[in-house]
């Protein structure tokens, strides 16, 4: 499903780019794009995941 965004009247460019930034950011594709530019083993996802978890929880990471 591609994304669009059209210009509004009278609408500059660089705000038709935000509204582009912002609507890829709410869908996650960029965080998507990042995540599978290069293979990460099931070992260092679960490893991430568990960390990042630990995280949000507030616990030191080691």
């Not at 669009?4 to 709410?26: I, N, P, Q, T």
Request: glycine share 4%.
């Amino acid at each position: 499903m591609p994304v669009e965004v059209k210009l509004k009247k009278g609408e500059s460019v660089d705000r038709a780019m935000r509204r582009l930034k912002k609507l890829l950011d709410k869908e996650g594709t960029m965080r998507e794009l990042r995540a599978r530019s290069h293979y990460e083993k099931p070992s260092e996802r679960k490893r991430k995941k568990s960390a990042s978890a630990r995280a949000r929880m507030g616990r030191p990471v080691n």
